[in-house]
C-alpha cells in the first residue's frame, strides 16, 4: 500500500489559519487535508490517497448509517522545542485500531501503513499544529462499513479516513470535574465491545451522559456490568486514585478487565508514575472503596486521564447512594506534577526514556 499525495491547492490562508489555532476549543476547525483508503473484501485495501479535507457522498443504504459498524482512534501531534512535530506512541494506536477493527468484524491495517497515513497528514497539514505546551493537533482516525444493503452482515467494503483538527485543553486542568456514578446505565458488558473503540459505545453511553448534566455533573463514571460495583472508566477516559500522599502515596487504577478501554494514556501513565517513585498498582476498586476512601481521607485525589485531555482531576463524585468530595474539592499536587511530567514527555521538555516520541517532520 502507498499514499498518492494530491494536496490541497487553496489552503487556509496564514492569517485564517493562525486565528482559527488561536481561537482553542477542539473540533471545531479541520487541516486543509484529510486521508482516505477504501478496502473489498475481493480486492483488499487500495492505495490511500491524502486529498482536500471535505465532504464524502455515501448511499444511504450504506451499512455504517444501519448497524453501526465503525471504529476510531484519538491521537495527537506536538510541537517540540526544535520545531520539530513528534507524534506520541502511534504504534500503540495503530495496534489498538486493528484490535478494534477485528473486533468489529472490519478489515485491520498494517501498523506500520496506519503511522504512514498519520505522519503524511502530519507533514503536509504541519501548519496546523499548535506552538504552546498543552496544544496539539489532534488526529482522529476512524473507518466505516461501506457496503451498501441492509441485510445484516459484515461488510463487504470498508472506507479509512484520516481528519485532524488543532486542540487547546479539552477540560481546564485547573478546575476539578464533577462525576454522576451511574448505577442504572453500563457502558459495557463482558463479552460485548467495551474495550474496542468504536462509535457504538458512545452512543449507548449519552443518554447517561444527559443524566449526569440533570444531575449537575460534568461526567459519567462507569461500574461493572454485572454487581454495578466495580468502578471503570469515566465517559471516554480512564481513571486514578491517589492513596496517601507526598512521596509514599501509592497510585492505582481500574485493572483492565475486558471492559475497559485500555487508554495509552493510562498506560504510559502506570510508568510515568512508577519513574516519579510512587507505587503503582491495577486494582479492583469498588464504589464502597471510593466511598469509605475519600470519607477516612485515605484517597486524597483522583484523576481521569485520556489523549484529549490528558488527566483531568476529579473532584465531588455523586451517585443514588450520595455525594463524595475527594480532598477539599481542588486539583491535588499528585495529579498535578503527574499531568506536568506527562506533557512535558509529550511537549519535549522532559527527557523521553521510553523512546515515546516519534518525530514527523
Ligand atoms: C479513547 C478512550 C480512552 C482513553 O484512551 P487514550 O488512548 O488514553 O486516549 C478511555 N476510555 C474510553 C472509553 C475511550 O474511548
Known amino acids: 500500500m502507498k499514499i498518492t499525495l494530491t ?27 484529510m486521508v482516505v483508503a477504501e478496502w473489498s473484501e475481493a480486492a483488499g485495501w ?34 517540540q522545542p526544535d520545531g520539530s512535530i ?4 502511534p504504534e500503540a494506536n495503530a495496534a ?34 499548535p506552538n504552546n505546551v498543552g496544544e496539539s493537533l489532534y488526529i482522529r482516525p476512524f473507518m466505516i462499513a461501506t457496503e451498501v444493503g441492509l441485510g445484516v452482515r459484515p461488510s463487504n467494503k470498508a472506507m479509512y479516513l484520516l481528519i485532524a483538527t488543532p486542540a487547546s485543553a479539552y477540560f481546564n486542568p485547573t478546575k476539578a470535574v464533577t462525576v454522576w456514578i451511574s448505577t442504572e446505565y453500563v457502558r ?65 487504577t481500574p485493572k483492565l478487565t475486558g471492559t475497559l478501554l485500555p487508554g495509552i494514556t493510562r498506560d504510559s501513565i502506570l510508568t510515568v508514575a512508577a519513574d516519579l517513585g510512587y507505587k503503582v498498582e491495577e486494582v479492583m476498586l469498588s464504589i464502597d472503596d471510593w466511598r469509605d476512601g475519600v470519607a477516612s481521607g485515605e484517597i486524597t485525589e483522583i484523576f481521569a486521564c485520556g489523549t484529549a485531555a490528558v488527566v483531568s482531576p476529579i473532584g465531588a463524585a455523586k451517585s443514588a447512594h450520595g455525594t463524595w468530595m ?21 511537549h519535549g521538555t522532559i527527557e523521553d526514556k521510553h523512546g515515546w516520541n516519534k518525530r514527523v517532520c
Open 7 to 33: 494536496p490541497n491547492q487553496n489552503p487556509v490562508a496564514d492569517a485564517d489559519r493562525a486565528a482559527k489555532i488561536a481561537e482553542g476549543g477542539f473540533g471545531k476547525y479541520y487541516t486543509d487535508n
Open 46 to 79: 487500495q492505495d490511500a490517497v491524502l486529498k482536500p479535507y471535505g465532504p464524502i457522498t455515501l448511499d444511504p443504504a450504506t451499512a455504517v448509517f444501519h448497524y453501526g459498524q465503525e471504529i476510531f482512534e484519538g491521537m495527537k501531534a506536538y510541537t
Open 86 to 89: 513528534s507524534l506520541f506512541r
Open 96 to 129: 489498538r485500531f486493528a484490535r478494534s477493527a477485528a473486533r468489529l468484524a472490519l478489515p485491520e491495517i498494517p501498523v506500520d501503513f496506519f503511522v504512514e497515513t498519520v505522519e503524511a497528514l502530519v507533514k503536509q497539514d504541519r501548519n496546523w499544529v
Open 188 to 252: 459495557a458488558a463482558p463479552g460485548g465491545t467495551g474495550e474496542a473503540k468504536c462509535g457504538g459505545n458512545y452512543a449507548a453511553s449519552l443518554v447517561a451522559q444527559k443524566q449526569a448534566a440533570t444531575q449537575g455533573c460534568d461526567q459519567v463514571v462507569w461500574l461493572d456490568a454485572n454487581e454495578r460495583r466495580w468502578v471503570e472508566e469515566m465517559g471516554g477516559m480512564n481513571l486514578y486514585f491517589v492513596k496517601g500522599s507526598g512521596d509514599n502515596a501509592t497510585i492505582v
Open 326 to 346: 475527594t480532598g477539599d474539592g481542588n486539583p491535588g499536587p499528585i495529579t498535578g506534577k503527574i499531568r506536568q511530567t506527562l506533557l512535558g514527555i509529550q
